[in-house]
């Protein structure tokens, strides 16, 4: 049971922290909760299909097909986000002043809830998908038996919901006027964490030899396997034993966004002065 309560809390912490990012993001917009809730639905679904198939898909691509989905399944995360945060320098400082009119936004299909919903399903998607995996696994080797794989994995989620419910509500916490630019910081810093795994993921699967000398170890400091590593590497993209070119896209996604978002800002300040 306690393998199994591990495992779950772990992968559902992870999935929570990128959903509380989401749900801080869009703090005021009307139909939030429909998108979330659609994109953790497809994200679950995806997941127990993915697991079905997944010997298939490993022996795709000589052996390396799971890296290659789950690095493609990542860059659809983090166009998804970029997108995102390049709207938010465009629209974020209407929606704190005028939140009554959000809700004709949305009508207007204007705000980025589709894009969040992606982002929701694909964290639920990859951990989820995980979940499946190990779970299957522990009871394969036969080291645990169903009701106690059961048991174990409920305790899982609640523990995890519990613990990323904690941190949403101190994104809650923050004034509005402050709120987009504090979940802008994070988001960029998801989207360049989660290139970076897509990265590794392609090093991994033989796709990409450059640049796979290790730029540090801090493993000594913080193991990324830790709980706070884990927390640390979805929400920051920490890890401690990173690649060269886990770095080098990681520094460039953030500067690809920061540039999509000065982009975006004249773009608000010409319509604000037409209005």
Excluded at 63 to 90: D, F, R
Excluded at 107 to 130: I, N, S
Excluded at 184 to 196: D, E, K, Q, S
Excluded at 245 to 267: D, K, M, S
Aim: proline fraction near 1%; charge should be neutral; charged fraction near 10%.
């Amino acid at each position: 049971m306690l393998a199994s309560l591990i495992i779950v809390f772990r992968e559902v912490l992870e999935a929570g922290l990128v959903i509380g990012l989401v749900l801080a993001a869009t703090r005021g917009i009307s139909g939030r909760g429909y998108y979330v809730a659609l994109g953790v639905a497809a994200g679950i679904a995806g997941s127990m299909l993915l697991a079905t198939f997944a010997g298939e898909i490993s022996g795709l691509f000589k052996g390396s097909g799971q890296e290659l989905l789950n690095a493609a399944i990542l860059s659809v995360a983090v166009v998804m986000l970029a997108w995102h945060s390049a709207w938010m320098a465009s629209h974020g400082r209407e929606m704190a002043a005028e939140l009554t009119g959000v809700g004709k936004d949305v009508a207007a299909g204007r705000k980025p809830l589709t894009a969040l919903a992606v982002v929701v399903g694909v964290a639920v998607l990859r951990e989820g998908f995980e979940v499946v995996l190990f779970l299957y696994g522990i009871l394969a080797s036969g080291g645990e038996s169903g009701t106690s794989v059961f048991v174990g994995g409920c305790l899982g989620i609640l523990a995890g919901g519990a613990v990323a419910a904690a941190i949403y509500l101190g994104l809650a916490a923050i004034p509005l006027r402050h709120l987009f630019s504090v979940t802008g910081i994070l988001i960029t810093l998801l989207a360049a964490g989660l290139a970076a795994d897509a990265a590794a993921m392609l090093q991994q699967g033989g796709y990409v030899d450059i640049l796979y000398v290790t730029a540090w170890d801090t493993s000594w400091l913080l193991d990324q396997g830790s709980i706070l590593g884990r927390v640390l590497h979805t929400l920051l993209g920490y890890v401690d034993q990173p690649s060269e070119l886990q770095v080098l896209v990681y520094i460039l996604t953030i500067l690809a966004i920061q540039g999509l978002t000065v982009a975006a800002r004249p773009a608000a300040a010409t319509r604000k002065a037409k209005t």
